[in-house]
Nanobody
């Protein structure tokens, strides 16, 4: 079974940058659309960015122009480059397939944007 492991989160000041990584085990990753999701305290989990197997991307309006999703199929890894971070970006970030599959939610990685 594929496992998804997120990393790269941390504490950053407003305006700063972080790069998240999601490593997938198993070859199923390469032929599927992947998404980065986030869940802020007291809010529902939301999709922030997605990328198809061919590299086409989509972004939530709230992150458009600031976040960039990419993938390296050779490394079974999907990335989320986050620039110009805002306090409202604070959340636990997860990767999953799109549509998300319940059994593949990992631990996520915490991103905290605060001065």
């Amino acid at each position: 079974q594929v496992q998804l492991v997120e990393s790269g989160g941390g504490l950053v000041q407003p305006g700063g940058s972080l790069r998240l990584s999601c490593a997938a085990s198993g070859s199923i990753f390469r032929s599927n659309t992947m998404g980065w999701y986030r869940q802020a305290p007291g809010k529902q989990r939301e999709l922030v960015a997605s990328i198809t197997s061919g590299g086409s991307t989509n972004y939530a309006d709230s992150v458009k122009g600031r976040f960039t999703i990419s993938r390296d199929n050779a490394k079974n890894t999907v990335y989320l480059q986050m620039n110009s971070l805002k306090p409202e970006d604070t959340a636990v970030y997860y990767c999953n397939f799109l549509p998300a599959l319940r059994n593949y939610w990992g631990q996520g990685t915490q991103v905290t944007v605060s001065s």
